[in-house]
Nanobody, 124 residues
Framework: VQLQASGGGLVQTGDSLRLSCAASGDTVGIYGMGWFRQAPGKEREFVAATRRAGTTAWYADSVKGRFTISRDNAKNMIYLQMNSLKPEDTAVYYC??????????????????WGQGTLVTVSS
């Protein structure tokens, strides 16, 4: 499975942005998808995750109520709608897929496939 993230850019505080992640290859066996981010000098952190089936989604407390993860299985796409952006949201955002339910959706080590990252910069 190959992932390609896009949609990052430079925005101002309070703006919105939608990230996209296109998957190619054999995605039939994929169990879950997620978004993570990494700010300069910081560790990669969980942002949001969902499963291939169903409507359950999980969010980091820092983005809850502002970000929404969604997917389109037919198009092999996942999205991250980001509203009310803050300077602290500035980071490289990565999409990730995982094969099974072992491990935690919040833990980047549970994901086998990663996109290249897309930079989001929020100016104050």
């Amino acid at each position: 499975v190959q992932l390609q993230a896009s949609g990052g850019g430079l925005v101002q505080t309070g703006d919105s942005l939608r990230l996209s992640c296109a998957a190619s290859g054999d995605t039939v066996g994929i169990y879950g998808m997620g978004w993570f981010r990494q700010a300069p000098g910081k560790e990669r952190e969980f942002v949001a995750a969902t499963r291939r089936a169903g409507t359950t989604a999980w969010y980091a407390d820092s983005v809850k109520g502002r970000f929404t993860i969604s997917r389109d299985n037919a198009k092999n796409m996942i999205y991250l709608q980001m509203n009310s952006l803050k300077p602290e949201d500035t980071a490289v955002y990565y999409c990730a897929y995982r094969d099974d339910y072992s491990g935690s959706a919040y833990d980047f080590r549970s994901y086998e496939y990663w996109g290249q990252g897309t930079l989001v910069t929020v100016s104050s």
